[in-house]
């Protein structure tokens, strides 16, 4: 099966700046979650989806920080406008509805703020 | 709140060797429990999970797992280590939270394999 795919892999924008990342899940998976990751730091979930649903988004900050997943498939992330402490990398995840279910994660999109 | 603790930044091991890379959590309810291995600029990928049933769970190339409850822990095991298994390694835990299932991450053990 193909696995989540993820756009851009780099991006280097400065600070104020905005940007948009692109997430396609494994075809049938309900779930999708976009995590963030801090070099050096385990993945912290910005905000999870149960098809086109919001599940959970705690810790998304939404002040800068925002997701949409029409049509329950594909998703996008944002950041508007960008600050450095945004540097990380951005993974995507997608599983089959349930939490006994594995995530399968796409390879990332490495944010760089200058 | 539900939280995983991984003591070790970085576990070395020679090759041949037997491994151990180290998980506690905390949740409430019965966890859920699950290990992913990452690889330089990669995502993570799944190697095993504990949901029920028998205390030791068998996953992918060769590692398994030991839940302790009245330890609550979830260790990460490999008989013989490999120098391909070097990675960063990371436990995670799904609890019941407001609204659904949440999923933790420890904060990643580094594996260097010695050849």
């Known amino acids: 099966e193909a696995g989540v795919a993820q756009s851009p892999r780099y991006k280097i924008i400065e600070k104020r700046q905005s940007v948009a990342f692109w997430c396609n899940p494994i075809s049938g998976h309900a779930t999708l979650y976009w995590y963030q990751q801090i070099l050096g730091q385990g993945p912290k979930l910005l905000i999870q989806?149960?098809?086109?649903?919001?599940?959970?988004d705690s810790q998304l900050p939404k002040d800068r920080f925002s997701a949409e997943r029409l049509k329950g498939v594909d998703s996008t992330l944002k950041i508007q406008p960008a600050k450095l402490e945004d540097s990380a990398v951005y993974l995507c995840?997608?599983?089959?509805?349930?939490?006994?279910?594995?995530?399968?994660f796409g390879d990332g999109t490495r944010l760089s703020i200058l | 709140a539900q939280s995983v603790a991984q003591p070790e930044d970085q576990v070395n091991v020679a090759e041949g060797n037997p491994l151990t890379v180290k998980c506690t959590y905390s949740?409430?309810?019965?966890?859920?429990l699950f290990w992913y291995v990452q690889y330089p600029n990669r995502g993570l990928q799944f190697l095993l999970k504990?949901?029920?049933?028998?205390?030791l769970v068998k996953g992918s190339y060769g590692f398994e797992a030991e839940f302790n409850k009245s330890q609550t822990s979830f260790h990460l095991k490999k008989p013989s280590a490999l120098v391909s298994d070097s990675a960063l390694y990371f436990c995670?835990?799904?609890?019941?939270?407001?609204?659904?299932?949440?999923?933790?991450f420890g904060a990643g053990t580094r594996l260097f394999v010695k050849a």
């Open positions: 995840a997608s599983s089959l509805e349930g939490p006994n279910q594995p995530q399968h």
């Open positions: 989806f149960q098809n086109n649903g919001v599940v959970d």
């Open positions: 949740v409430s309810g019965n966890p859920y």
């Open positions: 995670a835990v799904m609890g019941v939270n407001t609204g659904g299932f949440k999923t933790i």
């Open positions: 504990y949901i029920t049933g028998d205390n």
